[in-house]
């Protein structure tokens, strides 16, 4: 089994100074550094806070930015909601399936992508439309997003 060095958490919790009260701060930060929140970190965190692990998974479960699985590094969301729906919400994420072979809930075995729909994005008026990595696509056809897609492929890690 693989051991984590916690030092990243180490200074995740020292920057909020070991307060409970931080909490969602702190798994925000970790979540940013490992793309989900990882079942051990969670331990180590309850340890240092002196919160019952549950607490912690309790806040980590209820809230919807937080991820229990790992994430990609491109996290794709696709809008589902009336107006996205309408104008073709589900060829997008089709075309997603056959650029990239995920569907929705799902991450690339490379940790490149990962694909989530969500109810809305309060981006009707671009409808449909979709989020990567907190930029906003709107206007979309499956054509469109293969072309993101594959830009995306091609970039290289920085």
Known sequence: MLTRTYSKVEEILKKYEYRKEMLIKILLE?????RHIPRDVVNYIGTALGIPPAKIYGVA?????????????????????TACHM?????????IEEEVGIKPGEV?????????????????ALAPAMVINDEVYGKLDGEKVKEILRKLKERKED
Request: glycine letters at 10%.
């Open 30 to 34: 970790v979540q940013k550094e490992y």
């Open 61 to 81: 479960t209820f809230y919807a930015q937080f991820s229990l699985k790992p994430k990609g590094e491109y996290t794709i969301l696709i809008c589902d909601g």
């Open 87 to 95: 104008e073709g919400s589900m060829s997008l994420v089709k075309a």
């Open 108 to 124: 690339t075995p490379d940790l490149k992508f990962s694909l989530d729909k969500v109810g809305c994005l309060g981006a009707c």
